[in-house]
């Protein structure tokens, strides 16, 4: 895949660099102990630096993630105890009834937009990625 911003034929998938990045991390490591060991800290040294970096491309390049329903279900959570306690807490009963409904509907409002991002925009978002690219020589992430 040629660059579509600069041209350059140094391009690469980014799903491939982030694989690459991410196993990099783990081999470095043992270079560096080996390295010290036999005292070629040098050569340590600049293999630790170039690993660190990949490192950071990786990250740039890592792939979407799905949304979490955690907040939603905490939501929830807080709503039943409000539920659960009405006649023990509230002396005049509705108030905290319509806060835990209030809670209650705001929580399944989120899990409603937490479905669709991960049912629609995450699958299409994770298709755009492993189809792009990134350029080595001007930083450029496009689409094949
Ligand atoms: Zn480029």
């Known amino acids: 895949m040629i660059c579509k911003n600069c041209n350059s034929e140094n391009t690469q998938?980014?799903?491939?660099?982030?694989?690459?990045?991410?196993?990099?991390?783990?081999?470095?490591?043992?270079?560096?102990?080996?390295?010290?060991?036999?005292?070629?800290?040098v050569g340590s040294v600049?293999?630790?630096?170039s690993g660190k970096s990949q490192s950071l491309l990786a990250e740039k390049v890592s792939p979407p993630k799905k949304n979490s329903y955690l907040l939603a279900f905490f939501i929830i959570t807080i709503g039943l105890i409000f539920l659960v306690n009405i006649n023990e807490l509230d002396t005049k009963g509705s108030i905290f009834g319509l806060i835990a409904i209030l809670l209650v509907g705001f929580a399944i409002k989120i899990i409603k937009v937490t479905y669709k991002?991960?049912?629609?925009t995450f699958p299409k978002k994770y298709m755009e990625w492993t189809k792009s690219w990134h350029c080595n020589k001007c930083g450029y992430i496009y689409m094949e």
Do not use: D
């Not at 694989?19 to 560096?32: D, H, P």
């Not at 600049?46 to 630096?49: A, E, L």
């Not at 991002?117 to 629609?120: A, E, P, Q, R, V």
């Open 117 to 120: 991002y991960n049912s629609i």
């Open 46 to 49: 600049s293999t630790n630096t």
């Open 13 to 41: 998938k980014i799903s491939l660099i982030y694989e690459k990045g991410t196993n990099n991390i783990s081999t470095n490591s043992k270079t560096v102990g080996v390295g010290i060991g036999t005292g070629v800290v």
